[in-house]
């Protein structure tokens, strides 16, 4: 774990790296009638630590007491505050090399020598910076200061620290959309651009890398770039364009209505790359929609339609011949939901919505309004955004939060529109993106007291 700075330092560039200003879309990209342009582009390069002010960079306690039968240690902080840590939690996180392997971050403490019931036998503060505990078989615990801080269990510090490891904030956004723009080549090459296109990608859930190779094989690169690609069905990475015989409604010239890619898996893939190697002159723009902005519209407009959609699991399937042959069905709901009923995945594709429908029959009818209500919400002119790629760009989006389309086009004798795709996993990309944090934050000069 990183200490107590470096937590307060990473917060501060999450912020300034996701709400850097976002660059103008080049004359002629995005000419699509309704189409929002953006009109701000990023102008400055993040610098980590540079002007962030720590806090709690030197976290000193002032006393240490056991209380409630010494089931709870409560430390007092040298500015006023004070924190409560069960002694259970203490003594399963006890660092010391018999119950923690550091060479892999990974506790050695076996959960069935653990007592749920155990209480302190003595609380020692052996300086302002460390806690020592003895507990009733004689084994000695020691603590950080800093370490105890920043897992103190008031809610607003448990809030710092989701808001560390998992970037929770999304900016909402409609047809006003801002793209946000990045050189591919820098997302590649330099740290900084990667770690500020990840961030963004998280927070505003799409990003248009710019300027890459208009030949296969560049996603690849960006897989390595995070880590590695999702390997599905239709191979580590696929061709979109005009098939015959296709195996996809995307390997056709029609429209394809708003949806996310692969609800028939168990486990859909997290994000999305596209990459355009050549467009038809006319037609084919890409159109996405913010899906968690949609689900909250209808849950305040029509909170019936999203109880319906997030707790009734449709089937999906799709059977077929590609990378290999399959035949995959699965459950989901079109809305998933946390523990507070907030959306956290779509998971919408008519095109692979099965004909099998697993409900009671008086069920169907109010699924269908509920569907069509977020279906007319997805396609309204106020929420949609319309752009289109040209060959070299390669666009980043949440597949678990976006929902895309495209308008047809006229197949010729020829390809005549050609993008490959490829996925990857959320865990893989969140996985790179704090890595890249610590990265920048172990090369960059701290300021000083």
Known sequence: MWTA???????????RACTCSLRRVPKGRSAVPGAALPQRGWQRT?????????????????KVE???ENRFVCVHWEDGSESRFPCVWLRD???????????????????????VNIVVKDVTLTDTKKVSLTWPDGHTSKYEAE?????CFSEE??????KEL?????????????????PFEEALCNDESAYKWLCTLKKVGIVLLTGAPTRQGELVKLGQRIGFLRLTFYGPTWQVQDKTDANNVAYTSGKLSFHTDYPVLQHPPG???????KQTAAGGESEVVDGFHVANKLKKQNPQAFRILSSTAIDYTDVGVDYCDFAMQCKQRIIDTDGSGRAVRINYNNATRDTVFDVPAENVQPFYAALKEFDDLLNSTEHKFTYKMKPGDIITFDNWRLLHGRRSYQSGATVTRHLEGAYADWDVVMSRLRLLRKKLLDTTELPSD
């Not at 994000?271 to 355009?276: K, R």
């Open 5 to 15: 700075v470096a937590s307060v330092l990473l917060r501060a560039e999450v912020r």
């Open 46 to 62: 993040a610098r980590v630590g540079r002007t962030a002010q720590p806090l709690n960079m030197k976290a000193k306690i002032q």
């Open 66 to 68: 056991a209380l409630e």
């Open 93 to 115: 996180n006890c660092q010391c090399p018999d119950c923690f392997l550091h060479s892999a971050k990974a506790r050695k403490l076996v959960f069935a020598d653990l007592d």
């Open 147 to 151: 370490w105890l801080k920043k897992r």
């Open 157 to 162: 510090a448990r809030a710092e620290m989701r």
């Open 166 to 182: 998992f970037l929770p904030e999304c900016e909402y956004w409609g047809s006003d959309l801002q793209l946000p723009e990045l």
């Open 271 to 277: 994000v999305q790359f596209l990459h355009c190697i």
